[in-house]
């Protein structure tokens, strides 16, 4: 552990490493993997200390957090590219739709309706993420993976831009297993992307197949005690 005085620039430098180290032990390429800074609850100022160390993909999980920091800022650095990474209330669904760029959390037909709704009238395609429950964990976000087929399906049949699976494994639990249930069922269903992998196990996600890791601690930090339950959002 180096000391907490290290700056996002240093930590981010670390990260960045490990991500490389992770790809080439699993025989990947570094640029398949891209890296999204969670930056939920902390204060906007890490924004600006992540751009300029080279951050250009952020995650947020909050309509109404990202509301408040985002939209000046997405206006003047039209480089960004910003995931909802939290669960999302149906009726925030024009929130979402205009605030982000990705959004990774779509797990049930009522949303996934709300979302193609949206996107038609904004004029907007956004790429979507299904997330799947690999845990079965009744408070968590996500659908099933014996649902999943049928959802990826249902989706695609909207016309929803589906290009991958998004899953935050139970913290108590060995990651790698759900890693490679996440992976399978892209596979079967012709996905390529996989959002998996947090501060604590973005290296075995990188050697599962993750396409997408999303990291908040890692590069700023400790969070700010405020809910922020892995996953959590305003539902
Ligand atoms: C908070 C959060 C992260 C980042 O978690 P860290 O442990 O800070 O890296 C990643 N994904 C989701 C869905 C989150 O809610």
């Not at 180290?21 to 100022?45: D, H, Q």
Request: hydrophobic residues 45%; aromatic residues 6%; proline residues 7%.
């Amino acid at each position: 552990m180096r000391p907490l005085t290290d700056s996002i620039a240093d930590r981010l430098a670390e990260v960045g490493e490990r991500i490389a180290r992770a790809a080439a032990r699993a025989g990947r390429r570094r640029e398949e993997i891209t890296l999204i800074a969670v930056t939920k609850v902390f204060p906007a100022s890490v924004i600006l200390d992540g751009y300029e160390a080279g951050l250009r993909e952020f995650g947020e999980n909050y309509v109404q957090e990202a509301a408040a920091r985002w939209p000046r800022w997405q206006a003047a650095h039209p480089d960004v590219r910003l995931h909802m990474i939290g669960a999302i209330q149906s009726n925030k669904a024009r929130d979402v739709v205009a605030l982000f760029d990705v959004i990774e959390t779509v797990d049930r037909p009522k949303l996934a309706r709300a979302l193609i709704k949206e996107m038609a009238r904004q004029d907007r395609r956004l790429p979507c993420f299904i997330q799947v429950n690999t845990g079965e964990e009744p408070q968590k976000a996500g659908v099933w993976p014996d649902d999943a087929d049928a959802f990826i399906e249902e989706c695609r049949g909207l016309g929803l831009p589906v290009i991958g699976l998004m899953a935050i494994p139970p913290l108590e639990e060995e990651p790698s297993l759900h890693f490679v249930l996440l992976a399978e069922i892209a596979k079967r269903n012709g996905l390529k992307a996989l959002s998996m992998g947090m501060s604590h196990d973005f290296e075995v996600a990188i050697q599962f197949g993750a396409t997408h890791v999303r990291v908040g601690t890692a590069i700023f930090g400790p969070r700010p005690p405020r809910r922020h339950r892995p996953g959590g959002g305003e539902r």
